[in-house]
Structures are given as structure tokens and as C-alpha cells.
């Protein structure tokens, strides 16, 4: 079973960059499809972006396409989570999830395909 930690967030003005991670722990990295999902206060656990397991593979929510970025080195077993030209309305606690997907390369957009989840980060963007 993988645990996961997230960190890197915090505070920035709009237009400003910030880079979450998320390192894991307790289960082979290279196995595990990496998802980051966001969730601002009164809304609903959004899908943010997702990568295959070589990073091979990557999908964003349409609402971040072109400003963030998703990686991952299996190396040091953390995903990336690079954000540009940071508005107010990406506010939100920002999750990684996980999923075991043995040898395959797919990737997911919806939260009931992810098995673990981590305690989340503050990302505050300010106008």
C-alpha cells in the first residue's frame, strides 16, 4: 500500500508559478498511475492532470491545458505538479492520487479510478 505526501504549495500572486510534489512511499513507484485533483472551497474534487506510469502519457482538465504541467521521476518515486500563470480561481487544495496498474500505460481523469489519496496542499492565488 502506497502513502503519499504532498507539498509545495502556498501562496502567490496572479501570474506567479508554484510547484507542488508528491512523494510516495510504501509501494513500487513505476507501478502506480499519478493523478493531481483540486478541490475549492464550496465546489466539488475537480480532475487537474494525470501520467502514465514511464511519464509517457499525460492529460490535463481543460481549465489548466497550456499553464501546468505533470511529471514524475520514479527515481526519487514523486510527481510534480509545475503551475504557470497562476489565476484566483485555481485557489484550492490540491490531492494526488494513485493507482496500481501493474505493466499498463493508461491513465485516468475520474476519481473513482484512484485508490490512494494524499492529506492535500494550499495553493491561494491573490488578484
Known amino acids: 500500500q502506497v502513502q503519499l505526501v504532498e507539498s509545495g504549495g502556498g501562496l502567490v500572486q496572479a501570474g506567479g508559478s508554484l510547484r507542488p510534489s508528491c512523494a510516495a512511499s510504501?509501494?513500487?513507484?513505476?507501478?502506480?498511475?499519478m493523478g493531481w485533483f483540486r478541490q475549492a472551497p464550496g465546489k466539488e474534487r475537480e480532475f487537474v492532470a494525470s501520467i502514465s506510469r514511464s511519464g509517457g502519457k499525460t492529460s490535463y482538465a481543460d481549465s489548466v491545458k497550456g499553464r501546468f504541467t505533470i511529471s514524475r521521476d520514479n527515481a526519487k518515486n514523486t510527481v510534480y505538479l509545475q503551475m504557470d500563470r497562476l489565476k484566483p480561481e485555481d485557489t484550492a487544495v490540491y490531492y494526488c492520487?494513485?493507482?496500481?496498474?501493474?505493466?499498463?500505460?493508461?491513465?485516468?481523469?475520474?476519481?473513482?479510478?484512484?485508490?490512494?489519496w494524499g492529506q492535500g496542499t494550499q495553493v491561494t492565488v491573490s488578484s
Open positions: 510504501g509501494g513500487t513507484f513505476d507501478r502506480y498511475v
Open positions: 492520487a494513485a493507482v496500481d496498474r501493474g505493466r499498463s500505460l493508461v491513465i485516468f481523469t475520474t476519481e473513482r479510478r484512484y485508490d490512494y
